[in-house]
């Protein structure tokens, strides 16, 4: 839905004052980083002095974003729903801001492969965190737990794969685009995982 102009004036105020507050600026110092004078950005933020292209332009340098997130009205998709991949006992999502990841739910029973000619290396990154159980990842020639809670971060050139340790396992995870791909062309799964299959 569109915002009309005072919606959108008020929007952008609003965002200006709390990115400053955000940073632990005071009016002056915000306005010493745009040029501004401080009487001039207290009318700013309160609605007393009309929003000028040049001084948006230098706030929001100063407040290290850029004047189309300054002014960004779409709102309208907050909340999505998973595509579900059951063959492979997967969620996934998309983020809109960033087409190329993939944000992956999924559930694993079975151990990691027992032969390094079953990991797997392919370009980009990704990160994985432990919603329950206990995870075992394979890393070129390193085991790893990975407990309930604890997170892993590793570029996806590295020989690898996932496995549930001791029972079933629950994982988030998040790709880039190349590791996103690089898993598109092979099995279903995160970091080479092995999957629970649905019953039926």
């Known amino acids: 839905m569109a915002q009309g102009d005072g919606e959108l004036d008020s929007l952008v105020r609003g965002r200006i004052r709390a990115l400053r507050v955000a940073q632990g600026w005071s009016l002056d110092e915000l306005a010493g980083r745009a040029n501004l004078s401080p009487s001039t950005l207290s009318r700013i ?3 007393r002095r009309r ?7 230098a706030l929001a340098r100063a407040l ?5 997130q300054l002014v960004e009205t779409d709102t309208d998709d907050v909340v999505s729903s998973p595509s579900i991949d059951a063959a492979h006992a997967l969620m996934r999502w998309s983020i809109r801001a960033e087409p190329g990841m993939t944000v992956v739910r999924q559930r694993m029973t079975d151990p990691p492969p027992d032969g390094p000619a079953r990991l797997r ?3 980009g990154r990704e990160w994985l965190v ?3 159980g206990t995870a075992i990842l394979l890393l070129g020639n390193r085991r790893l ?3 309930t809670h604890q997170a892993a971060e ?3 050139m590295l020989p690898h794969a996932i496995g549930a340790d001791g029972g079933p ?3 988030l995870g998040i790709f880039d685009r190349d590791a996103r791909r690089g898993h598109q062309r092979g099995e279903g799964g995160v970091g080479g995982i092995r999957t629970a299959r649905p019953p039926g």
């Open 154 to 156: 590793f570029p996806t």
């Open 169 to 171: 396992c629950e994982i």
């Open 51 to 57: 929003l000028a292209l040049d001084q948006l332009t």
């Open 45 to 47: 933020e309160t609605g």
């Open 121 to 123: 290396a392919h370009p």
């Open 64 to 68: 290290d974003t850029s004047l189309d």
């Open 130 to 132: 432990v919603l329950s």
């Open 145 to 147: 737990r990975v407990e």
